[in-house]
Nanobody, 115 residues
Framework: QVQLVESGGGLVQAGGSLRLSCVAS????????IGWNRQAPGNERELVAH???????NYAESVKGRFTISRDYAEKTVYLRMNSLQPEDTAVYYC?????????WGQGTQVTVSS
């Protein structure tokens, strides 16, 4: 059973930064994609950023230039560096990993940005 454990969320003022971490129970190279989604109250879950096993990145338009996804193979960890945070970034952030037809999810970490 794949486990994904997120950490790093919290309360930050607008313009501030946070770094989220997602530790996987297996090598992150074993996944086709690994990355981050978020869900704000009343909204559907949406892609934030993900990495392919080949190293390609994909970002939501709303976070391009502000968020950076990276990975540490040895630590089996994927990071999301979030700069210039805005109140509209407030959401629960979920790590997810895709292998074939199966998607694994973490439990989520809350990010709250105050104005």
């Amino acid at each position: 059973q794949v486990q994904l454990v997120e950490s790093g969320g919290g309360l930050v003022q607008a313009g501030g930064s946070l770094r989220l971490s997602c530790v996987a129970s297996e090598s992150i190279l074993s996944f086709d994609y690994i990355g981050w989604n978020r869900q704000a109250p009343g909204n559907e879950r949406e892609l934030v950023a993900h990495l392919s096993s080949g190293g390609n990145t994909n970002y939501a338009e709303s976070v391009k230039g502000r968020f950076t996804i990276s990975r540490d193979y040895a630590e089996k960890t994927v990071y999301l560096r979030m700069n210039s945070l805005q109140p509209e970034d407030t959401a629960v952030y979920y790590c997810n990993a895709v292998r074939g037809a199966i998607t694994y999810w973490g439990q989520g970490t809350q990010v709250t940005v105050s104005s």
